[in-house]
């Protein structure tokens, strides 16, 4: 990887030179990301691609990671930015997510993973901790099953449709209970009555919270957490998880790290575990 000024941030971001210079269009649609059909959609290409291709999880990942990207493009990592190829990138994610979850797992626990999208992270998980077992809940009907196809031979996974505002039967019949959102809880309307649903489910089950998601408080004092701030309200998106999580009177955050990974440098996840406090 090579470490990147901030004043090259425009050249590899047309984000972030819109958000320099607001005279220019945006880029993109600018709520797109918070609508379940371009989900659905984009998850509909990638299981086009993966029953037309011969790949296997690793390279099928790794191609797909790379659409859209440069090469080598920036990241994020500590607030500090780099130019990395794709496979930096996926090595670096995988970290992340082992990272998160390695203090937390001991071996026998479910890790209920909620909003999946198309499945990327669950052989992560279950390569890392081969006594765990992984129940997995996504809405959009596409993601589903591509993250089935997926993981086909691998019987720790299992995939059901989900919804974060709906019924949450996605719990029932599982012990040490261990919730994993990665980069979707920010597409919500509203995390708040996300959380109070898991710590009321929280009095039936054993449940640990733990999630890599793109959260405030960005710095108010440098330009880079500006951009960051300014590129979420722009796009929608909510980021809210650590605030309310802190302000919550039944809840313990154990452990929080800032900009773990950013693939998106405007839109970094921060690591983030939690457990009831009472």
């Known amino acids: 990887m090579e470490l990147l000024s901030l004043d090259r941030v425009p050249q590899h971001s047309e984000w972030a030179g819109y958000l320099i210079d607001p005279n220019r269009d945006p880029p993109g649609d600018l709520d797109a990301y918070t609508d379940i059909d371009v989900y659905d959609t984009i998850y509909g290409h990638v299981l086009e691609h993966y029953r037309e291709s011969d790949l296997d999880r690793e390279a099928f990942t790794l191609e797909t990671r790379a659409k859209g990207r440069e090469e080598p493009d920036v990241i994020s990592i500590d607030e500090t930015l780099y130019l990395a190829s794709t496979k930096e990138l996926v090595t670096k994610e995988k970290d992340a997510v082992r990272e998160a979850l390695r203090s937390v797992l001991d071996g026998g626990e479910t890790v209920v993973a909620l909003g999946c999208g198309w499945g990327r992270n669950l052989g992560i998980i279950t390569d890392s901790f081969p006594d765990v077992t992984v129940v997995v809940g996504e809405i959009a009907e596409r993601g589903v099953t591509i993250s089935r196809e997926l993981h086909a031979d691998e019987d720790r996974i299992s995939v059901e449709t989900f919804d974060f505002h709906d019924g949450w039967s996605i719990f029932d019949g599982h012990d040490d209970v261990v919730v994993f959102t990665c980069g979707a809880l920010t597409t919500l309307e509203g995390v708040q009555s996300v959380i109070d649903r898991l710590v009321s489910r929280a009095e039936k089950q054993p449940i640990i919270g733990v999630h890599l998601e793109q959260t405030v408080p960005h710095p108010s ?26 302000a919550h009177p039944d809840v313990s955050v154990t452990h929080t790290e800032y900009d773990a990974i950013g693939a998106n440098p405007l839109h970094p996840q921060t690591a983030v575990r939690w457990q009831p406090s009472r």
């Open 221 to 246: 004092d440098t330009v880079l957490g500006l951009l960051r701030r300014r590129y979420a309200e722009v796009r929608g998106f909510d980021t809210d998880l650590l605030p309310v999580l802190r």
